[in-house]
């Protein structure tokens, strides 16, 4: 059996005083310890190779690998395996060769402050992240605990916040907690005036003004809140197509002629870590799609400039297919050959001739074929009447 050689430690502010004995024991005993600089400042005491993150970070696996056969540790950030460094090293190096050390983490230490029940609340990152993730998260009454980038980080957030009615939100950024010199900040988004240190905390409790934007991660957006030039799954189609593409955390879409990105965008919004590739040949619609998705909280959609079927060459197999830019035997063909077992696939059509592909499509793969119809008050006259959407006929399969 392999005997671990890479032990992964969590420190804290307090540092080497705050361990336990045995991963005190650990830490003294290394020959190499790899970390950033102030995980070197809070374990000075220990005699060891000292080694810095690596630039690229992405080069930090082949580094931990040539250390292999010395007693190597990692020095984290609270829990190694809670947004951490700890789980990127765990996808890359044999479990049995890693001890993991955990420490009490930020979020603890943030809802112990607030008395929060972490079982209540959001825990978020956006350390090294798009910040503008945090967006599809702003809820009433949501609490929010935030791994920030930065000192400029609150004052982001607060802006995103003041600029969707949730401008009374409380805010509150902690920074070296558990430390000496540990530090609060108290205010709300609106009056967000503080300059806070580098390596923070925030938590925020989400207070909605009577005309704050709802935003649910329910998908079925208003149509108002995106940009498009008309030409988008309308909202009451776009919860239903969402519902047969059953998003799941991690899950990937591929959203075939994606135009503004609405589908794309709920499907990332409805499941943490969601993933999205939206195809599309317009640049106009692409950069509707960017824009779009920066507001509503899904910055890492990825927009492949392209027609399908040749566009799906190369891209990573999808756990489910939207087809919505018009539909053919080969673009479906193509896309449900990449799909993994237990995919989702759903084809929405509204002119005739997309309608007979749908048919023949449901004859050779059964499925469910449905015709979706919508109607909505509007003005007629001085009265108000219903004004029909053009009918959508939908194609919805999953993969056995």
Request: hydrophobic share 45%; charged share 20%; with cysteine.
């Amino acid at each position: 059996m392999t005997e671990p050689w890479l032990h992964i430690v969590g420190i804290g502010e307090d540092g080497m005083d705050g361990l336990t004995p045995a991963t005190r024991a650990a830490v003294e005993a290394a020959e190499v310890i790899v970390g950033g600089d102030r995980h070197h400042r809070l374990s000075d005491a220990v005699t060891a190779e000292r080694v810095a993150w690596p630039s690229p970070f992405d080069a930090l696996i082949d580094l931990l690998q040539s250390f292999k056969g010395r007693r190597v540790v990692v020095l984290a950030t609270g829990d190694p395996l809670w947004f951490s460094v700890g789980a990127r090293i765990g996808r890359s190096i044999p479990p049995e060769e890693i001890v993991y050390h955990p420490q009490i983490s930020a979020f603890q230490l943030a809802a112990a402050r607030m008395g929060w029940s972490l079982a209540d609340v959001e825990t978020l990152t956006v350390h090294g992240r798009p910040v503008e993730q945090m967006i599809a998260f702003i809820q009433p009454d949501a609490r929010l605990l935030i791994l920030t980038t930065g000192a400029e980080t609150p004052a982001q957030i607060a802006r995103f916040l003041s600029d969707r009615g949730f401008g009374a939100s409380r805010m509150t950024v902690f920074a070296a907690m558990g430390g000496t010199d540990e530090a609060r900040f108290d205010g709300t988004a609106q009056g967000w005036d503080h300059e806070v240190p580098a390596f923070n905390t925030l938590a925020v409790e989400c207070i909605a003004a009577p005309d704050a934007a709802l935003l649910p991660r329910v998908p079925g957006l208003d149509d108002d809140l995106f940009r498009h030039d008309g030409t988008m799954t309308k909202q009451e189609v776009r919860a239903a197509t969402l519902a047969k593409l059953m998003p799941m955390r991690g899950a990937l879409l591929w959203d075939i002629g994606t135009g503004c990105g609405s589908v794309a965008i709920e499907w990332m919004r409805a499941a943490r870590y969601a993933r999205a590739v939206g195809i599309e040949p317009r640049a106009d619609r692409r950069a509707f799609a960017a824009e779009n998705a920066l507001a509503l909280g899904t910055p890492r959609l990825d927009l492949v400039d392209g027609t399908a079927p040749d566009a799906l060459a190369g891209l990573e197999a999808p756990d489910a297919i939207f087809i919505g830019g018009g539909v053919s035997e080969a673009v479906f063909d193509a896309a449900w050959a990449a799909l993994k077992p237990l995919g989702r696939l759903v084809t929405n059509a509204v002119t005739l001739e997309s309608q007979a592909v749908l048919l023949d499509l449901y004859h050779r793969h059964g499925g469910r074929l449905v015709t979706l119809s919508v109607q909505r008050a509007a003005p007629v006259g001085t009265r108000t009447g219903w004004r029909p959407l053009m009918p959508v006929t939908q194609l919805s399969l999953v993969k056995r």
